[in-house]
């Protein structure tokens, strides 16, 4: 009986796991909702071209660089970037939470998300793009950004 109970345990404790985790990835479509903030300067899909800011595709496990697909960074973000491995989703939320406060001086006009629930949602939306503007599964493309 009592292994019965640990072999009851240990299926509950990795089905809540799985769900915890399922859940830090975020809702795709809420985020979608959320990118409506961002449509002004920035584009993400097929056909997604750079506008004020950069086109997102892919963004999720690119290197923050000094250029992405044509567009310049201004200096202050590009000696930010210079040693980031990957934008994974601490480092999304810390740019998209306060651009201007993380990058003094950066061109990125944007206040930021304030909302928790906001920035998970609009990271699993922005990694549901692969580079070339497909769909992909958000959940592998933030566990591969995670482990550069």
């Known amino acids: 009986m009592r292994k019965l109970n640990l072999v009851v345990a240990g299926t509950a404790f990795l089905f809540t796991a799985g769900a915890a985790s399922a859940q830090d990835v975020g809702d795709p479509a809420a985020g979608e909702k959320v990118f409506n903030k961002c449509k002004a300067c920035h584009a993400v899909g097929e056909g997604a071209k750079n506008k004020i800011g950069p086109e997102l595709n892919g963004i999720v496990g690119d290197k923050p660089s000094a250029d992405r697909g044509g567009y310049k960074f201004s200096k202050p973000f590009q000696d930010w970037a210079a040693d980031k491995a990957a934008w994974d989703s601490e480092l999304l939320t810390t740019w998209l939470s306060d651009p201007r406060g993380t ?3 950066t ?18 939306y922005l990694a549901s793009f692969d580079e070339s503007g497909g769909k992909q599964d958000p959940a592998e493309a933030l566990k591969a950004a995670a482990a550069k």
Do not use: Q, R
Request: glycine share 10%; aromatic share 4%.
């Open 103 to 105: 990058v003094k001086g």
């Open 107 to 124: 061109k990125m006009a944007f206040a930021g998300l304030k909302k928790p629930e906001e920035l998970t949602n609009v990271i699993a």
